[in-house]
């Protein structure tokens, strides 16, 4: 089934965040493919907001690869950056596979970095800017 949620604006993130946290149902490894500058940390964050992360807290792993945050619930969560990623074994490294295994949240920037490690549970969600700016957040399951 293909999902589809469009974002108009910054104002319109809290709503699309909190619908794609329950059209997602128990899928705990995203990954975001998009164009530079297209707002997947922008999307991140707000989907870690709904969840009750600190706000503060979330920021960008692109040089630490991955931030680990805790929800409202104490529940830990992972934010991945692989944009700086030139070899699978950088990601083996930093022991991706016992985050992808522990069964918590794991959101993915830059996947297609690290295309031959994901699993195929992996839901794969697209950001596609439009021409007045506003972006669609797409996916199939």
């Known amino acids: 089934m293909k ?3 469009i974002i108009n604006s910054l104002q319109d993130l809290d709503r699309a965040a909190g619908e794609f946290l329950e059209e997602i149902g128990d899928n ?3 990954a975001l493919y998009a164009p ?3 707002g997947k940390t922008t999307f991140t964050t707000a989907l870690c ?3 009750g992360v600190v706000e503060d ?3 960008s792993p692109t ?3 991955v931030n680990e945050y805790r929800t409202s ?3 830990p969560m992972y934010h991945f950056d692989f944009y700086r990623i030139t070899k699978l074994q950088e990601a083996v490294d930093i022991g991706f596979f016992d985050y992808i295994d522990s069964g918590d949240l794991c959101i993915m920037e830059w996947p297609e970095n690290i295309e031959d490690l994901l699993p195929e549970e992996t839901l794969r969600v697209s950001i596609k800017v439009l021409p007045d700016e506003s972006r669609v957040i ?3 399951d």
């Open 63 to 65: 040089f630490a690869i």
């Open 57 to 59: 807290a979330v920021s």
């Open 49 to 51: 907001k709904r969840l």
């Open 36 to 38: 530079m500058g297209a």
């Open 138 to 140: 797409s996916w199939e």
């Open 3 to 5: 999902h589809e949620i």
């Open 28 to 30: 705990r490894i995203i």
């Open 73 to 75: 619930s104490g529940e």
